[in-house]
């Protein structure tokens, strides 16, 4: 689903959001699913299918500059939220569920704190605050993007094969990641991404206020041996949110930083269990 949106500088641009294959009726429940650095809205292709098949909208984007949504890649967190909400006043949306992984996490958190009660729900996927990226991978990402790409999915992946339920019986993770990255990478001639989503992601500094200004239910969806954002590095905003009296919950899946398709299964039904409760 295509939706016509301008930029900060009042340049339009046409953005992408995946419906999961159902005609998009803003009289549903809507989920909106963000994905993180060098990755599109294919990422969530089990769980975004299945709840638009099970009583959601489903709005799976693909970031601005990122595929097949056009304008100005963000170049911060803010930035990107600024995005989403354009999105939801674009769809008519009145109120949304975010789910968002790695730095879609930090996006989603910044929206949720900005918009208060139009968000519902929050789901944090493998998420961290703050988001810190290697001083070795940022240099990488700028100047040698294909060896910061295969450093990002060894570290990333905690399995070679996926579940026969993400994208086939016996998809190779590793080689299908590498390949949306590239994919990813090459969308954007003008800018290069990668690099600017991990500057994205390293400088982002508002995480706690934003956890603060949340109203909704929190989910804290961790990898149980996640080597990006390790399950200790989300503590800060878990805490947070227990400091602020939130109603939050923590589910741990097995393997590493693609939860959606290293466990998605375990994925799927935390968010089920997290939307319908």
């Given at each position: 689903m295509k939706f016509n949106l301008q930029t900060s500088t009042g340049q339009s641009y046409v953005a992408y959001a995946y419906t999961g294959g159902k005609?998009?009726?803003a009289a549903k429940p809507t989920i909106v699913f963000i994905h993180g650095v060098l990755n599109d809205h294919s990422v969530?292709?089990?769980q975004s299918r299945y709840l638009a098949h099970h009583g959601f909208n489903v709005l799976a984007v693909d970031l601005p500059g990122h595929c097949r949504s056009g304008g100005d890649a963000p170049a911060s967190v803010e930035e990107a939220s600024q995005f989403i909400e354009a999105l939801l006043d674009a769809a008519g949306v009145a109120k949304a569920a975010?789910?968002?992984?790695?730095?879609?996490s930090?996006?989603?958190l910044e929206t949720a704190g900005r918009l208060k009660d139009r968000i519902t729900h929050l789901a944090l996927v493998g998420t961290a605050f703050p988001m810190k990226v290697s001083p070795v991978l940022i240099e990488s990402s700028l100047n040698d993007p294909m060896k910061a790409l295969q450093m990002v999915n060894v570290f990333s992946r905690a399995t070679l094969a996926a579940p026969p339920s993400a994208l086939g019986p016996g998809t190779w993770v590793y080689g299908a990641s590498m390949a949306l990255g590239r994919r990813v990478l090459a969308s954007n001639r003008a800018v290069n991404i990668f690099h600017r989503g991990f500057v994205a992601c390293d400088s982002y500094t508002h995480g706690l206020e934003a956890m603060d200004a949340v109203t909704c239910p929190v989910l804290f969806l961790l990898g149980a041996t996640d080597q990006m954002t390790t399950p200790r590095a989300a503590q800060s905003l878990v805490a947070q949110a227990k400091q602020g009296g939130k109603k939050f919950t923590v589910v741990n899946v097995p393997m590493g930083h693609h939860q959606m398709n290293e466990?998605?299964?375990?994925?799927l039904q935390a968010l089920k269990t997290f939307l319908d409760a």
């Amino acid at each position: 689903m295509k939706f016509n949106l301008q930029t900060s500088t009042g340049q339009s641009y046409v953005a992408y959001a995946y419906t999961g294959g159902k005609a998009f009726d803003a009289a549903k429940p809507t989920i909106v699913f963000i994905h993180g650095v060098l990755n599109d809205h294919s990422v969530w292709i089990l769980q975004s299918r299945y709840l638009a098949h099970h009583g959601f909208n489903v709005l799976a984007v693909d970031l601005p500059g990122h595929c097949r949504s056009g304008g100005d890649a963000p170049a911060s967190v803010e930035e990107a939220s600024q995005f989403i909400e354009a999105l939801l006043d674009a769809a008519g949306v009145a109120k949304a569920a975010l789910v968002g992984h790695s730095w879609g996490s930090l996006i989603a958190l910044e929206t949720a704190g900005r918009l208060k009660d139009r968000i519902t729900h929050l789901a944090l996927v493998g998420t961290a605050f703050p988001m810190k990226v290697s001083p070795v991978l940022i240099e990488s990402s700028l100047n040698d993007p294909m060896k910061a790409l295969q450093m990002v999915n060894v570290f990333s992946r905690a399995t070679l094969a996926a579940p026969p339920s993400a994208l086939g019986p016996g998809t190779w993770v590793y080689g299908a990641s590498m390949a949306l990255g590239r994919r990813v990478l090459a969308s954007n001639r003008a800018v290069n991404i990668f690099h600017r989503g991990f500057v994205a992601c390293d400088s982002y500094t508002h995480g706690l206020e934003a956890m603060d200004a949340v109203t909704c239910p929190v989910l804290f969806l961790l990898g149980a041996t996640d080597q990006m954002t390790t399950p200790r590095a989300a503590q800060s905003l878990v805490a947070q949110a227990k400091q602020g009296g939130k109603k939050f919950t923590v589910v741990n899946v097995p393997m590493g930083h693609h939860q959606m398709n290293e466990s998605p299964e375990e994925t799927l039904q935390a968010l089920k269990t997290f939307l319908d409760a």
